[in-house]
Antibody, heavy 117, light 107 residues
Framework: EVQLLESGGGLVQPGGSLRLSCAAS????????MNWVRQAPGKGLEWVSA????????YHADSVKGRFTISRDNSKNTVYLQMNSLRAEDTAVYYC??????????WGQGTLVTVSS | DIQMTQSPSTLSASVGDRVSITCRAS??????LAWYQHKPGKAPKVLIY???DLESGVPSRFSGSGSGTEFTLTISSLQPDDFATYYC?????????FGGGTKVEIK
């Protein structure tokens, strides 16, 4: 059974940093792309970042480009999202998502990030 | 970037009704269009991928159709478990993008 367990969320001040982690199990991690998708309170889903299976290519939404960085450690079956220069509008539940190519096939339960002073 | 527009944003319907949700893309994304179901406090779940392919385990009352820039999700006979928010999503290219969502409510 695929399991994606996000951690690292919490309350952070504007301008601060946070690193999210997603521990994966139940599948061969190093052959799948991984993504982060978020949902702000009362809003819809927004794709944030993606990383290819090898980690050789990364992609970010324009809204986070230059501030967020996705990475992975295939030896630890873990994907990360480093979030810098956080803004109030980054407040959201962040989901770790396994990709089949660019299709988002398995989702974690999410971790809440709140950016507030 | 590709913009996705869903309609309606809210849909009120009764158990047994046939309902349809429309999704329009700002450019051709065919056939790379998926539909997701999202319930409060739960992880989103893929229902349909590649426009019309049913994900394993998804009931056959769900179907997808369309091409080019216009796509439709149809639920043939709405069941109590189907009241949720539905999103379309293009995966033709990064950056990936979702429609704004359609909340299906009990009438």
């Amino acid at each position: 059974e695929v399991q994606l367990l996000e951690s690292g969320g919490g309350l952070v001040q504007p301008g601060g940093s946070l690193r999210l982690s997603c521990a994966a199990s139940g599948f061969t991690f190093n052959i799948y792309a991984m993504n982060w998708v978020r949902q702000a309170p009362g809003k819809g889903l927004e794709w944030v970042s993606a990383i290819t299976s090898s980690g050789g290519a990364t992609y970010h939404a324009d809204s986070v480009k230059g501030r967020f960085t996705i990475s992975r450690d295939n030896s630890k079956n873990t994907v990360y999202l480093q979030m810098n220069s956080l803004r109030a509008e980054d407040t959201a539940v962040y989901y770790c998502v396994k990709g089949n190519g660019q299709l988002l096939i398995d989702w974690g339960q999410g971790t809440l990030v709140t950016v507030s002073s | 970037d590709i913009q996705m527009t869903q309609s309606p944003s809210t849909l009120s319907a009764s158990v047994g009704d046939r309902v349809s949700i429309t999704c329009r893309a700002s450019q051709d994304v065919s056939p790379w269009l998926a539909w997701y179901q999202h319930k409060p406090g739960k992880a989103p779940k893929v229902l349909i991928y590649k426009t019309s392919d049913l994900e394993s385990g998804v009931p056959s009352r769900f179907s997808g159709s369309g091409s080019g820039t216009e796509f439709t999700l149809t639920i043939s006979s709405l069941q109590p478990d189907d009241f949720a928010t539905y999103y379309c999503q293009q995966y033709n290219s990064y950056s990936l993008s979702f429609g704004g969502g359609t909340k299906v409510e009990i009438k």
